[in-house]
Structure formats: C-alpha cells, structure tokens
C-alpha cells in the first residue's frame, strides 16, 4: 500500500502565495506518476496537475492554473509539491495527493492511491 500525506495548507490572501508538500511511502517512489487534485465545496473532484514518473520530465496542468502553480517532484525526499503563486478565491478548495505505481504514461485520470488531503482558502 501507498500512503500519501499532504502538509502546507492554510489561508492566504487573493494574490498570495503557498507550497504544499505529499510525503509517500515505498522504496518505488521514483516509478509512481504523482498529482494534485482539489474539491471545492458541492463540487466535483478536479485534476490540477500532475508530473510523470522518473525525472519528472512530463506535467501536466488544468488550464486556470497554468502559469500560476507548478508541479514537482524530490524523489530522495519521496515528496511532491505544488506551488502556487497568485491565488484567487475559486481556488479555495481541499487539495489531495494521488499517486499511479502503473508507469503509464501521465494523464489526468490519477491513480488508486490517495491522500487525506489539506484545505486551502484563499480571502478576498
């Protein structure tokens, strides 16, 4: 089993800045595709972005954050991470962790594994 944890949710102002890390477990970390999704209150789960297997080469975003988060991976530290600069209100949302040990190529579709996930709002 993999096990996701995120940190470095909070509240920021419209126009701020925040980095959230996932730590994962398995001594394979290097092999899973990783991403980010979030879910705003009485709405669906969406993707966010994603980052590929290995060097990390290959990512993926959804286009409203596109220019304003990116995505990474530390594969010594078995962490990702998502920065995300200029925050707006609608992206106010819990942001979740998910990893895909299948080494297919990166898509949005995500994986079986999940984090708890980690509230950020964003004030206006």
């Given at each position: 089993q993999v096990q996701l944890v995120e940190s470095g949710g909070?509240?920021?102002?419209?126009?701020?800045?925040?980095?959230l890390s996932?730590?994962?477990s398995g001594r394979t970390f290097s092999t899973y595709n990783m991403a980010w999704f979030r879910q705003a209150s009485g709405k669906e789960r969406e993707f966010v972005a994603g980052i590929g297997w290995r060097?990390?080469?290959d990512t993926l975003y959804e286009d409203s954050v596109k220019g304003r988060f990116t995505i990474s991976r530390d594969n010594a530290k078995n962490t990702v991470y998502l920065q995300m600069n200029s925050l707006k209100p609608e992206d106010t949302a819990v942001y979740y962790c998910n990893a895909d040990?299948?080494?297919r190529r990166l898509a949005n579709t995500g994986g079986a594994y999940w984090g708890q996930g980690t509230q950020v709002t964003v004030s206006s």
């Open positions: 909070g509240l920021v102002q419209a126009g701020g800045s925040l980095r996932c730590a994962a060097s990390g080469r040990p299948s080494r």
